[in-house]
């Protein structure tokens, strides 16, 4: 279907296409740039994996340098229509120097920001508390030795520089997400005093004031991991409460709840109490598998609640998926489209009439527009914006991905 018959069949319904596509254009996706290298990290050490983070496979062609992974970025950017962020791991550092983590500085990470300001793109931030020797008890912020917790907190001190700098230089706020490990395998005696240390921890690494212009404090929790099975010392009510408190950012990490929970459901909760919010949008599959994103319902009840709770304007789209048993650039490029897909799906829903209908409890009329309107020519107006950014569909863009990926399959 052309785009003008799909803009007339959306009309029909009072929806504006060009309204759509206009907004969409506006909506930053932050890219993950551990996709590229099965989050490995550019440390001297790297390849210490850890905090039951690993990605499993072997496909050829993982970026071993920075230059490496910025190439693959291009390729990745290049098939996404908009203009989209690169969230960096401090373990991406970019320098001759062999720092550690407690010795980071912003000249490190240079070379990231000059790209960035030559792409015309975003940078956001996360502290690395894993892949590191004063991690491997997968305690670190809450570690009862205040030699290891001060370690960590000197790192995290560090990052929230970075990031200001960052933000600053690109003129555009750096999120800095925080997320630790900090749990343990079996059931523990002493939950609250973890709790307490961890909060302690966090408030002494966020005591410096930042300039919110140039960066902004997140934090995320999670259900479990591997390693840690009985408890994570930082959970949902944990941070939820932290960040209501302490005015950060909550991040959501789609894998991070039990599977019949929904983060869909917890956007309009969760933003009563908070500025803003922070997605990592996932896919789990029984368990914080981290599988690349589909275009399925999660995604798209998600970006549906975004719209319909009008919290695009506080809610920062972050991905956190890895997969290295397929291309790594194709699983960044068809995971940012899904977002936006899903995003403007959203955007084209006829929400006035949905909202209308169910405010008069008048639930057939809901259900049968819901039902009604997946008939719709979504994708000739995702044609339209690709086409529009001169981004390629269907099977051309299969034929560059597969172009992009032979092209690297020689590294080793
Ligand atoms: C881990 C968290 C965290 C990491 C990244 C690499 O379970 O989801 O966000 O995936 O920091
Ligand atoms: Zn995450």
């Not at 343990?184 to 930042?210: C, F, V």
Request: hydrophobic share 40%; net charge negative; glycine share 8%.
């Amino acid at each position: 279907m052309s785009y003008d018959s799909a803009k007339a069949a959306f009309a029909d319904w009072g929806v504006d296409t060009e309204a759509a596509l206009e907004r969409l254009k506006t909506l930053p996706i932050s890219m993950h740039c551990w996709q590229g290298d099965d989050v490995v990290g550019f440390e001297e050490t790297s390849g210490a994996s850890g905090g039951g983070i690993q990605a499993t496979g072997n496909h050829p062609g993982r970026a071993r340098t920075p230059d490496e992974l910025r190439a693959d970025l291009d390729f990745a950017y290049s098939m996404i229509p908009g203009k989209h962020r690169l969230n960096l791991h401090a373990m991406y550092l970019d320098t001759e120097a062999t720092p550690d983590r407690d010795e980071i500085e912003f000249q490190h990470f240079a070379p990231w920001v000059d790209w960035a300001k030559d792409q015309g793109i975003g940078l956001d931030f996360n502290p690395t508390f894993f892949a590191h020797p004063k991690a491997d008890d997968n305690l670190t912020l809450s570690h009862p030795d205040r030699g290891i917790r001060d370690f960590w907190v000197e790192h995290g001190r560090r990052s929230r520089d970075i990031a200001a700098k960052m933000g600053a230089a690109l003129d555009s706020p750096c999120v800095n997400n925080i997320w630790v490990p900090d749990g343990y395998k079996d059931t523990p005696i002493d939950r609250m005093s973890a709790r307490a240390r961890l909060e302690a921890s966090l408030d002494a690494m966020l005591a410096n004031p930042q300039d919110k212009a140039q960066m902004l404090d997140a934090v995320e929790s999670k259900l479990f991991g591997i390693g840690v099975e009985a408890c994570t010392v930082g959970s949902h009510e944990f941070y939820m409460g932290y960040a209501i408190r302490k005015g950060t950012l909550l991040c959501l990490d789609m894998g991070h709840f039990h599977p019949t929970e929904n983060i869909a459901d917890k956007l309009s909760s969760v933003a009563l109490s908070l500025d803003e919010i922070l997605l990592h949008v996932s896919r789990p599959m029984r368990w914080d598998s981290d599988h690349v994103i589909l275009l399925n319902d999660d995604i798209l009840q998600m970006a549906q609640e975004l719209v319909s709770a009008e919290l695009l304007g506080r809610t920062r789209i972050g991905l956190d998926f890895f997969d290295a048993t397929i291309s790594r650039t194709a699983a960044w490029v068809i995971g940012t489209r899904n977002m936006q897909k899903a995003l403007l799906r959203a955007l084209l829903l006829p929400l006035e009439q949905l909202k209308s209908a169910e405010d008069n409890l008048d639930f057939t009329t809901r259900l049968a527009v819901t039902e009604e309107i997946k008939d719709m020519p979504f994708g000739a107006v995702w044609e339209e914006f690709s086409a529009r950014a001169g981004v390629p569909n269907g099977q051309a863009l299969i034929k560059e991905l597969d172009r992009y990926q032979s092209s690297v399959a020689g590294r080793n």
